[in-house]
Structures are given as C-alpha cells and as structure tokens.
C-alpha cells in the first residue's frame, strides 16, 4: 500500500512540475494564449458555420424570412456549443425592403430618355418618382456642397460614395451623411457614384436616423458614374427621371445574446461586450460583411467552453441585428440595458465589423487602454511570432460600437487588413463566401479571443465610463462632431 500511494505523489508532482499552471496561483496568460491557439488552430468552426449559413441561408436582411432564420442558426450555435444562458432579445422597428427602381437621363427639352443600370439606397422612400436637373457635387463633402449651395435646390445630387481625386488625409462622410446634406441643401434627389471598377452597385442605408429618409437615393456604376460626367460636360443641364417602389413595415427582429457568468465575487457584476453585427444585405450573402465577423465572435465563444475558460468579469457574446439600417441591435441593446440598470454594470465593447486576419488592437481614443493592450499584445507575441501586435488609437462611427460609446462606454475593436478586391465587394452582389479566407478568418478568433479572456480576467479595466459631458469631449477630439451632427445624434446642444 505505501509502495502505491508513493508511487500515486511521485506521478502527481511529476504532472504538476510539467503543467503550465502554477502550483501557487491561476494558470499564466501566455499558459491560456497557448491553449487557445491550439484549439482554434486544430479545432475552429468559424469558416465551416459562416460557409453553411451562407449555402443554407443566404443574405441576412433583417426582418425578412431569411433574417428570422440566421437569428435562429446563431441561436442554435450558442446552445450547441454548451451555452445555457442564451436568448433572444426582440425589438421591433420599421423594417425597408427594396422592390423595383430605375433612373432614367436625358438632355434637357428631349423626351430621349437613357436608362442606366441602378440600385436603390436603403430607407428611402417607399414610392418616388421625381424629374430634376443634374447637380455634380463631387464627392459630396461639406465643401462641395458649399460649393454649390445656390444650385442644390430642386435639383438632383450627383455625389461620390468614396473619395476621387480628394486631398491626401480628406475626410470621407458617410453616404447618410451625405444625403442629409443634399436634404439640407433642398435636393430632390441623389445618385451616388460608386468608386470601384467593374460595374459594381452598391447599397446601404442612405438614413442617418434608421427612418425613411424623404427622397430618393440610388448608386450607379464607377463606369456609369464616368460616362454620365463625361456627357454633362458636352450637354449640362441633363434631366434625371428616378422612380422607386419599396416596401415599408413595422417587423420584429432579435439579437441573440449568450453568457458566460462572471466568476468572481468582486468582478462579476462588471460585464464585457463582445459583438458583430448578423445581419447583411440582400444583394449576396454578406459573407465578408458582416459574416466574418458575427461567425468569428460565435466561435470564440465556442472556444471559450471548449476549453473551459472562465472570466472574473461576465461575458456576453452578441449577434446584432439590424445594424444594417441604422444600428437597430444595438441601439435595442442599449435601451433595454437603461430600462434594466445594467448599462452601469456594461465596462467594455468588443465590435467585430469586417476584421479580418486580426494583427493587432485599437484603443478606441482611450488612452488608458494603451499599456494593458500593449501588454497583452505581447503576450501573444511570445507564443506567436505571427501576431503583428500593432496598436492604434482612434474612433469611429457608424457600426454597433457606436451605441455604446454614445453612452461613454469604452469600445475599440481588433484590428484587420481585408484586400482590395475584396473590399470592393461591400455592400455589393460580389460579396459571397468565396471571398472568405479560412486561416485569415481563424486568426480573428485566437487574436480576440486572447485579448477577451485577458481582459475578462484583469485586475481592472483602466478606460472607465465617460460622464454626459466628457462624453462630449471625447467626440470633439476624435473629431466626430460634425457626422453625429449629420446625424442627428449630437446631443449637446451647441456646446
């Protein structure tokens, strides 16, 4: 008997002498960092999901048939992956569909209407049907308007969706941004011009509000956009002719959230964020917006449970919805979290839009969060020589983080490189799995996942909630006052 149980000691001090967790405390950051890239090296299931939900599912509009069924298949992901805390929180909105729209262009006193291939913007209206003269506003910046503020009224915009032939560091507005100001100016109408070779349309929402705007907006052609400037140039004063139909209605939509408790008595009530948006638009799949993303936080969370990993601080993984037409989810997120008081347990948003191959971590405008980024940076930099382990410090609007820092939340997000060519799918009919790069899409999840469970576990998270006005201060020097102006989210009045 003392034979085995001396052989049982000298078995047990040899696997703790090799285990990477220390035999006097918690297990070490680089010990998990290892962990978790073998997991998701050997084991990853993001690429294989989003692939099936793409096939099985299409796009992810919300509010439509298929948007009920990806709420659905991330729901079941949760659930299969050992999640019993997982729901749905519904929100109802006024939903936008499109239906037909053409626009038609013709010199002025001529009934020898030319029809150019369109694609309606979304939120605009449910039935249009306006004639106008052209007026070119280049790229559709403050300056440009300005430009032509006695010409605007009553008139058709023509406006860039990107940036051609701008100064170096110009700063793009947001194509709602841009057609609040062709509101402004008294336009009519508006017809975007796409920056990217090869025919390609684009849609997305033409509302800053996330409710119908008041007239119509369509996007043509780099190459359409090109020859009708050509022929204002040889004809001004050419006449558009859009008519639109869509479709309009109250509909019922569901983020799917899914915890992981906090584990310590101290830190639990505290409550991290991590986030990308389910939905997509109806013109492809929306595999690399936002499929890449929402499929790489519902496989981190998958990680996390497979190997067992626990966070001082609760963890909710959210699919969004509706961010598509004007941050719907998540603003319903934030909402329910002020009627329920939990917005002051909320100490952190992670948002995954479009990062792809993640290389490194942005502090968001904090300060604060720059050492302990730094820090966890290279941690994973000692395990994986891959890692870029690049830290910048700006932020921006227009996706769901930028609900919560309305709300003076820290938010910040990985950072990723997407290709040209792919890029140029955003938004448009080209954006489908084939686009999607398997390894690229894995390091999404390892990356973050890092930086979740080091975050989750810190002794305390250094940017802190922001008061109504340091709120205000903030967005000032991020430079981000006049687009939440255009937006009509500035809430300071003219401070």
């Keep these: 008997m003392k034979k085995v149980l001396l052989l049982l000691i000298c078995s047990s001090i040899g696997i703790l002498a090799t285990s990477s967790i220390p035999l006097g405390g918690e297990e070490s950051l680089e010990s998990v960092f290892k962990r978790i890239k073998e997991e998701v090296d050997q084991n990853s299931k993001a690429y294989v999901t989003l692939g099936d939900a793409c096939k099985k599912i299409g796009h992810r509009l919300t509010g439509s048939a298929n948007g009920k069924k990806a709420e659905e298949f991330a729901y079941q992901l949760f659930k299969s992956y050992g999640f019993r805390d997982t729901k749905y929180e519904g929100f109802q909105v006024e939903a936008w569909a499109r239906d037909t729209v053409t626009l038609s ?53 023509l406006a860039n969706i ?24 008294g336009a009519i109408g508006v017809i975007f011009v796409n920056t990217v070779k090869g025919e390609v349309l684009l849609t997305g929402t033409a509302s800053v509000t996330g409710n119908l705007i008041s007239i ?77 993303g929402s499929f790489s936080v519902i496989d981190i969370a998958r990680t996390f449970k497979a190997l067992g990993l626990t966070s001082k601080r ?12 004007g941050l719907l989810g998540s603003k319903a997120y934030i909402e329910r979290a002020k009627r329920t008081g939990e917005i002051d347990d909320i100490v952190y948003m992670i948002n995954l839009d479009m990062v792809n191959n993640v290389y490194g971590f942005n502090a968001g405008g904090r300060d604060e969060m720059l050492p302990i980024l730094k820090e966890i940076g290279d941690k994973i930099k000692s395990i994986d020589a891959k890692f870029g ?26 950072l990723g490189k997407l290709t040209k060519s792919v890029l140029d799918c955003y938004h448009a009919n080209c954006d489908s799995f084939d686009l999607v790069n398997k390894s690229e899409m894995e390091n999404n999840v390892k990356y973050t996942a890092m930086l979740l469970y080091a975050l989750g576990n810190a002794p305390t998270i250094p940017a802190k909630k922001l008061d109504f006005y340091s709120t205000r201060d903030f967005f000032i020097k991020q430079n981000l006052r006049r687009e939440l102006e255009l937006g009509n989210e500035w809430r300071w009045g003219n401070n």
């Excluded at 006193?109 to 070119?136: C, M, Q």
């Excluded at 300005?146 to 008139?155: I, M, N, R, S, T």
């Excluded at 004063?237 to 008519?243: A, D, K, Q, T, W």
Aim: charged letters at 25%.
């Design 105 to 157: 262009v013709a010199p002025p006193k001529s009934d020898d209407f030319r029809d150019i291939k369109v694609v309606a913007l979304a939120l605009t209206p449910v039935e249009a049907n306006v004639t106008g003269t052209i007026i070119d506003c280049g790229n559709g910046l403050d300056a440009d308007f300005a430009a032509k503020k006695d010409l605007v009224k009553g008139k058709v915009v």
């Design 389 to 414: 382990n690049e830290i910048h410090n700006s932020a921006g609007l227009h996706s769901d983080h930028q609900a919560f820092l309305m709300e003076g939340i820290p938010a910040a997000d990985p």
């Design 216 to 292: 119509p907006a369509v996007c043509i052609s780099l190459e359409s956009g090109t020859e009708l400037r050509k022929w204002l140039v040889e004809q001004p004063g050419l006449l558009s002719m859009i008519e639109m139909h869509n479709v309009s209605q109250p509909i019922k939509a569901r983020n799917v959230v899914a915890t992981l408790k906090g584990e310590s008595r101290k830190l639990r009530h505290e409550k991290i964020i991590i986030g990308g948006h389910l939905d997509s638009w109806d013109l492809a799949t929306g595999a690399i917006d936002n499929g890449i």
């Design 314 to 325: 609760t963890i909710e993984f959210v699919a969004f919805m509706g961010e598509e037409e």
């Design 162 to 185: 990107g940036l051609l032939d701008a100064p170096a560091g110009t700063r793009n507005l947001h194509r709602s941004e841009k057609t609040a100001l062709a509101i402004q100016y």
